[in-house]
Structures are given as C-alpha cells and as structure tokens.
C-alpha cells in the first residue's frame, strides 16, 4: 500500500474520538493535505435501499443492474462532491 495511503487513512481513523476542538484542527490539516494531491482517498458508497443486495445477474460495467443509491445516498454524494470542489480537492479519477 502506497505510504500517502497508509498516512491519510490514520489522519482520518486519528479524528475518530478527538475532543471537538482538536477534531477540528485535525480535520482542517487533513483538507490541506488533501488539497496538495497525489492521494489515494476511499470513500464506501452511502446510503442504499436497506436489506437489499446488488441483483443476480449484476454486470459491474452497468450501473442499472446494480444495487443503487437511495435518494438520501445520491443527497449525500453530492454533499461530498460540493465539499470536495469547494476545498478545491483535486480527484484525477473516481472508481
């Protein structure tokens, strides 16, 4: 594993159980870390239709034979990608 990737992965498990004020430190140093580029960020999907699973048959390369977001998931997702453009983060790729 990349060390950035290992780096920025205990920056973010680090903020877990910080007293409020130090969270926010942390957290506005993490953004500028992030702001720099050149690292790998993991983010799981949010919020999908409880208790159902991706279909059988689902193809990876169709979107439309997957499990999806919920309506509060695709909120969600654009809350993350407001934040990122207005921190100004720059994503080369999305997976």
Known sequence: ?????VVLFLALAGLVGL???DAAVQGEALWTLLQAGGHVILIRHTVTIPGVGDPPGMQLTDCATQRNLSED??????????????????VARVV
Do not use: E, H, T
């Open 73 to 90: 998931g695709r909120r969600d997702a654009r809350r993350i990608g407001d934040v990122f453009r207005s921190r100004r983060i720059p």
């Open 19 to 21: 007293p409020a004020s």
């Open 1 to 5: 594993m990349d060390r950035r990737c």
